[in-house]
């Protein structure tokens, strides 16, 4: 059994906090209290899950990454990703601690190597009371040229970027657009990670996130890779050389581990080509971390089975997520412990939509339990959804999700 009691708020880099505004939390923040009187926080929780050990009690994250923390904060999504305001990292965090469960924030590197919008060169050219539209453009000669390429800010949902204009109807070039003012900065590299550590604390673990190589989204890569193999194949080298790169930048940051892994993986690409692709990539980056002694995380939403396979027989990967259930998955929870539980980590995997955000409490606590039943057995497990929870998930499944994992996930 366990109990709770409130901890004050550590020292050290508090100091950089000191203009970062806090949300009040709904709940005291806690510490965990075992048998024996040892303290366990939920980033050791999470840590020890992550390297197949049992902790004191299942880890319990859901997928938060981008909306509910988006709601909870009350203003207009466009805030948080166009202007920073708070920016998605904070939104995410003061979330983890609203709800009090464990925190699992795998982009804190992207924020710290991100790339500002450059305010010279992207514009305002669609403001109305539902959406933002910012678009590049370049002046020469006293001539403007546009990008192709338009990014749509939304006021209740996550922006959509690099959106090609003509879908939606957007003229080659505007006579009328506005500047892009008051976005709120912040630093970056090593300051603004340390900032983002400080800040989690030890409610949770904050990462960095490197990709695969893939042939994205849009069919013109697919049709590169069959139409013209060596220009596709010079593509995906120098893609690939990229994420090795990106991969020593992220661990000189000494995160608390290191996220791979690309959206619908195995959905877009199909297990033969997604093997093609990226197992070098996954062999590589997974051996690079465990050299440093860095712990690996792999995402891939929708179709994952294949890749948990090749994951966990053929790469150094200590955890894998989301493992979605049919129909947005092919995963059954159960069987992968069972085959690959003694090699990897696992971390998922309740319905996001049927049980998450269609469900009642009592439906929750039945898909929770059953996931702590089948995985949770020998540690290497943590309590999760699959990918991201919808914007208008009741916070009663949130908090059931986690007084299950709570009272019910004890070792």
């Known amino acids: 059994m366990w109990t709770a009691r409130r901890e004050h708020s550590p020292g ?14 709904t709940l005291p923040e806690l510490m965990f209290v075992t048998q024996g009187g ?10 020890a899950a992550t390297r197949l050990e049992i902790p004191d009690m299942v880890p319990v994250a859901p997928d938060t990454s981008n909306m509910i923390p988006c709601r ?32 699992w924030l795998p982009s804190a590197t992207n924020f710290a190597l991100r790339r500002d919008l450059d305010p010279e060169i992207t514009k305002i050219v669609v403001r109305d009371d539902e959406t933002i539209i910012t678009r590049d453009c370049r002046a020469e000669n006293g001539k403007r040229t546009w990008s192709d390429r338009v990014n749509v800010y939304y006021r209740d949902n996550p922006p959509t970027h690099g959106l090609k204009a003509d879908t939606i109807g957007m003229p080659d070039s505007h006579d009328a657009f506005e500047e892009v003012e008051g976005i709120r900065e912040w630093p970056k590299g090593k300051e603004m990670f340390e900032i983002i550590r400080a800040y989690m604390g030890d409610a949770g673990i904050v990462g960095g996130g490197v990709g695969l190589p893939s042939l994205g989204k849009e069919a013109e890569g697919v049709f590169q890779y069959y139409d013209d193999p060596e220009g596709a194949r010079e593509r995906l080298e120098r893609m690939e050389e990229a994420h090795w790169q990106l991969a020593h930048r992220v661990i000189e940051l000494e995160p608390d581990f290191l996220m791979l892994g690309v959206s619908g993986y195995i959905t877009l690409h199909g297990p033969v080509i997604a093997r093609e692709l990226g197992l070098r990539t996954l062999q590589r980056v997974t051996a690079l971390a465990k050299k440093h002694g860095l712990p690996t995380h792999l995402h891939c ?30 995963c059954d929870l159960a069987e992968i412990k069972r085959t690959f539980g003694s090699k990897i980590a696992l971390m998922g995997n309740l319905h996001t939509t049927g049980v998450m ?19 949770a057995e020998g540690g290497g497990y943590i309590l999760s959804t699959g990918d991201q929870c919808g914007r208008d998930t009741p916070d009663e499944n949130i908090r059931t999700l986690i007084d299950v994992a709570r009272s019910y996930g004890t070792y």
């Open 38 to 47: 040892s303290t366990v926080t939920s980033k050791e929780r999470m840590l």
């Open 357 to 375: 955000l269609l469900g009642t409490p009592d439906e929750v606590a039945d898909a929770a339990k059953w996931c702590i039943d089948v995985a």
């Open 301 to 330: 939403c929708g179709f994952e089975r294949a890749l948990v396979e090749m994951a966990a027989n053929e790469s150094d990967l200590n955890l894998i997520n989301p493992l979605e259930p049919p129909p947005m998955g092919d």
């Open 72 to 103: 909870l904060t009350g203003k207009a999504f466009w805030d948080i990703y166009l202007y920073q305001d708070p920016p998605l990292w904070k939104a995410y965090i003061d979330c983890c601690k609203h709800f009090n469960f464990d925190g």
């Open 12 to 25: 050290g880099l508090l100091s950089l906090l000191s203009h970062i505004p806090r949300v009040p939390s």
